[in-house]
């Protein structure tokens, strides 16, 4: 039982370029969630989902995509890559309603130059 | 707008010795209320929380306190252990957020021999 799986822990990016951020669990969690983390800051959600084929925005959207075909898999398709998006990003998951506790992955740091 | 806060960035106490995180919130629709232990490189971690029905919620050596008229929260270690250094976020939720978490932006606790 892996619990959150992120890929890859590291990257550096050019401006301008385009990656996935990828996210797997194995918990059989309905909600899934990006969160990024910049340095001195809490953890700001990005986008969530709430099953497979339903995402919604969070609070900084913007610049990012996800999408959700499979209960497992949640990636993060960073377009147009700018130093803004150098952050730390961590995806999590939780069973679903009436459960409060997520369960992060290790995050995936990521550096755009 | 920072709906939570955690005004002290750092923390500093004696092996053996209490520390107490507090944390601060602004929405009076959160009702639930955690605490996250991140080590470097790693992700959160969860470590306890508390409903807003109570008041206080123990788990060994980790105490949380809620007092909702002040909207305030804190994390009481006793005795505090040199591993006990982290990063600790604490986080809030609503009834109706989907599980989304409004993270604080952190205290580091150093816990010296």
């Known amino acids: 039982n892996a619990g959150v799986t992120q890929t890859p822990k590291f990257r550096i990016l050019k401006i301008g370029q385009s990656m996935t951020l990828q996210c797997t669990q194995d918990?059989?969690?309905?909600?899934m969630y990006w969160y990024r983390q910049d340095p001195g800051m809490g953890l700001k959600l990005i986008y969530y989902?709430?099953?497979?084929?339903?995402?919604d925005k969070g609070e900084v959207p913007n610049g990012y995509n996800v999408s959700r075909s499979t209960t497992e898999d949640f990636p993060l398709r960073l377009e147009l890559a700018a130093p803004s998006q150098t952050s730390v990003y961590f995806c999590?998951?939780?069973?679903?309603?009436?459960?409060?506790?997520?369960?992060f992955g290790a995050g995936s740091r990521l550096t755009v130059l | 707008d920072q709906q939570v806060k955690q005004n002290s960035p750092s923390l500093s106490v004696q092996e053996g010795r209490i520390s107490i995180l507090n944390c601060d919130y602004t929405?009076?629709?959160?009702?639930?209320f955690l605490w996250y232990k991140k080590y470097p490189a790693e992700g959160p971690t969860f470590l306890i929380s508390?409903?807003?029905?109570?008041d206080k919620n123990e788990d060994g050596r980790f105490t949380v306190f809620l007092n909702k008229s002040a909207k305030h929260l804190s994390l009481h270690i006793v005795p505090s252990q040199p591993g006990d250094s982290a990063v600790y976020f604490c986080?809030?939720?609503?009834?109706?957020?989907?599980?989304?978490?409004?993270f604080g932006q952190g205290t580091i606790l150093t816990v010296h021999p």
């Open positions: 999590a998951s939780r069973i679903g309603p009436g459960a409060n506790v997520l369960t």
């Open positions: 918990m059989n969690h309905n909600y």
């Open positions: 989902s709430v099953g497979a084929g339903i995402t």
């Open positions: 929405n009076s629709m959160f009702d639930y």
């Open positions: 508390i409903s807003s029905i109570k």
């Open positions: 986080a809030a939720s609503g009834p109706t957020s989907y599980g989304k978490l409004t």
